[in-house]
């Protein structure tokens, strides 16, 4: 069964601290793995996208890192900020599919 | 780009009562798209794929009957709750493919939020 993890499922930090997210998922034939943000109440803000060929992917003070063989990718956030406070999903499509398999989401909040 | 605008994006409605929520991509074509439903604090969950001009495809425990799906063009697809309950309310959120896009060809709608009294 295709199912994504994501621990922790809440983080509070201080503004300033580095901060990892980590996602797993079962069955390493993913066709890509992707992080998007949600703002409470709002859509998805699409973030990093990792192919299933990559190993990593960065945007700014993101860095997404993809181990197809352990199942997981982890989301690094660099020196956090309060608007950075939001839920991070991590999907998984895998390649006998089409759609995205969420996880459950991390709570994310950085206090100033 | 790829945007895909959803519509509306709030919604209230009495129980009975039936609610349409469209789902357009504005400068792409979309031969396939996604619903998916978030209940509170749970994680996103698909409900069906639609392609255009066929029947849409549900998942496991989603009632066909009760969530319509009609996919007549490759720019909208809208999704129909009927008699809808206040059960039924939640986030929705649609995902269209851009035809022919390799390797990235999703893009997500910005959600409804429906709420049923």
């Known amino acids: 069964k295709q199912e994504v993890t994501q621990i922790p499922a809440a983080l509070s930090v201080p503004e300033g601290e580095n901060l990892v997210l980590n996602c797993s998922f079962t069955?390493?034939?993913?066709?890509?793995l992707q992080w998007f943000r949600q703002d409470p109440g709002k859509g998805l803000t699409s973030l990093l996208l990792i192919q299933s060929s990559q190993r990593e992917q960065t945007s700014g003070r993101l860095n997404a890192s993809l181990d197809k063989s352990s199942g997981r990718s982890t989301l690094y956030i660099a020196a956090s900020q309060p608007g950075d406070s939001a839920t991070y999903l991590c999907?998984?499509?895998?390649?006998?599919?089409?759609?995205?398999?969420f996880g459950p989401g991390t709570r994310l909040s950085v206090l100033p | 780009g790829a945007v895909v605008s959803q519509h509306p994006s709030r919604v209230i409605c009495k129980s009975g009562t039936s609610v349409k929520i469209e789902c357009r991509s504005l400068d792409f074509q979309a031969t396939t798209m996604f619903w998916y439903r978030q209940f509170p604090k749970q994680s996103l969950m698909l409900m069906a794929t639609s392609n255009e001009g066929s029947k849409a495809t549900y998942e496991q425990g989603v009632e066909k009957d009760k969530f319509l799906i009609n996919h007549a063009s490759l720019t909208l697809s809208t999704l129909t709750v009927t008699s809808a309950h206040p059960e039924d309310s939640s986030f929705y959120i649609c995902s269209a493919r851009k035809q022919g896009a390799r390797p990235y060809g999703y893009t997500f709608g910005s959600g409804t939020r429906l709420t049923v009294v």
């Open positions: 999907a998984v499509r895998w390649n006998y599919g089409q759609n995205f398999v």
């Open positions: 069955d390493s034939a993913i066709y890509n």
